[in-house]
């Protein structure tokens, strides 16, 4: 990965989410021993109330930060699992108890001052670190939800936008792992039964000096993305929201898990769905080939090629380690200048 690129992933692992019980727990394991008159005791356990529950709550204005600079691939993400509305209400239920517990912080140390007796002085000490805590209390289930979406950002993929970019699409079992495995370090499962990817791997090729991006994704069924599962929209996220060029793997064996026609419906259907990317068919697993298959599939593809919206063929067996290299080479020699 080049230089200067920090993928959210590893920003994320340094924000902690405390729960409130946390917060608690650390405010009644730290009240300060010591301290002269017993004025100067409840100011220190107030002040150390205040301290620790405003530090425990830190995280929040990291978290707002990376969320605000995140891509917009990532929010697709995000959104398949959260609800944006959501993360943000709760960010704001933390900020704002922050505020709160700052006020609280500065209304009860002078009540601290004036108080005129002892028990004033107990009772005024202990209303304070009470409402200091129940503004932090009222966002127990946000602060939750939070650190589940902390955790949940910890485990994205990190996808450099800055690098050339091959995304691998296609149909259920069409070969996109076995492709992005052989060209890479990434180890994404591979399997005989279809629906094996659930999320987006990311592989680092290199071709001469460079290093290529190749993102595998879920398999695709050809139906409207308004019904498609989650699995599946993890793969359109990449494929509408990421720079770079799409690969679709048109798997020919006669045991496809989509026959020829509606692997070409998908193709279809992709190809609405990315706009402006460049689109490279690459007929998948022609070591078992069904030669009749192949044939109608090059010739429903070569309209596209003719009319543009794919920008060329190649044919390849992916399970070869030399075949796979020698696409991803010739895809980036020809499209992926620098
Ligand atoms: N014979 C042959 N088998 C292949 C080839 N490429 C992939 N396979 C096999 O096809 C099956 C599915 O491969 P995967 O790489 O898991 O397919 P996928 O597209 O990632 O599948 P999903 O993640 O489920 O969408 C596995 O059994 C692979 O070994 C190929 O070129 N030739
Ligand atoms: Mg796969």
């Known amino acids: 990965m080049e230089d200067g690129f920090r993928d959210p992933a590893s920003i994320a692992k340094k924000i902690h989410v405390p729960t409130y019980d946390e917060i608690l727990e650390k405010i009644r394991s730290r009240y300060p021993r010591g301290g002269k008159t017993l004025y100067e005791k409840?100011?220190?356990?107030?002040?150390?109330?205040?301290d620790?529950?405003?530090?425990?709550?830190?995280?929040?204005?990291?978290l707002a930060r990376l969320l605000d600079s995140l891509h917009p691939f990532y929010w697709r993400l995000i959104e398949i699992d959260f609800d944006k509305d959501k993360v943000h209400k709760a960010i704001s239920c933390v900020s704002k108890a922050r505020k709160l517990a700052s006020k609280f912080y500065d209304k009860y140390r002078f009540l601290l001052l004036a108080a005129e007796d002892k028990r004033?002085?107990?009772r005024v000490a202990s209303e304070g670190r009470g409402r200091i805590l129940s503004a932090f209390k009222k966002c127990r289930r946000e602060l939750g939800y939070l650190r589940d979406l902390v955790i949940f950002i910890q485990?994205?993929?990190?996808?450099?936008?800055?690098?050339?970019?091959?995304?691998?699409a296609g149909a259920p079992s069409s070969g996109k792992s076995t492709l992005v495995r052989n060209v890479s370090r990434a180890q994404p499962r591979v399997a005989a039964?279809?629906?094996?990817t659930t999320t987006i791997h990311i592989g680092h090729a290199k071709v001469g000096?460079?290093?290529i991006q190749v993102i595998d994704t879920p398999g695709l069924l050809d139906r409207p993305v308004e019904e498609m599962n989650d699995v599946e929209r993890r793969a359109v996220a990449a494929l509408r929201e990421l720079d770079g060029l799409v690969l679709f793997l048109f798997d020919v064996s006669s045991d496809a898990y989509m026959d020829v026609e509606r692997q070409f419906k998908l193709l279809l259907n992709?190809?609405?769905?990315?706009?402006?990317?460049?689109?490279?068919v690459g007929f998948n697993k022609i070591d078992k080939a069904e030669p009749s298959e192949?044939?109608?599939a090059k010739a429903l593809v070569s309209r596209l090629v003719e009319s543009g919206a794919v920008r060329g063929t190649l044919t390849l067996s992916a399970i070869s380690r030399e075949q796979a290299a020698r696409v991803i080479r010739e895809i980036a020699e020809e499209f992926l200048q620098a």
């Not at 620790?52 to 990291?62: H, M």
């Not at 039964?193 to 094996?196: D, G, H, I, L, V």
């Not at 992709?270 to 490279?280: E, H």
């Open 155 to 168: 485990k994205l993929p990190g996808i450099d936008p800055s690098l050339p970019t091959i995304i691998v």
């Open 209 to 211: 000096g460079r290093v």
């Open 52 to 62: 620790i529950a405003i530090s425990k709550t830190d995280f929040v204005r990291s």
């Open 42 to 50: 409840q100011l220190a356990t107030l002040q150390k109330t205040y």
């Open 270 to 280: 992709i190809i609405k769905l990315i706009k402006n990317k460049n689109v490279i």
């Open 120 to 122: 004033e002085l107990l």
């Open 193 to 196: 039964y279809p629906f094996t």
């Open 294 to 296: 192949y044939e109608r």
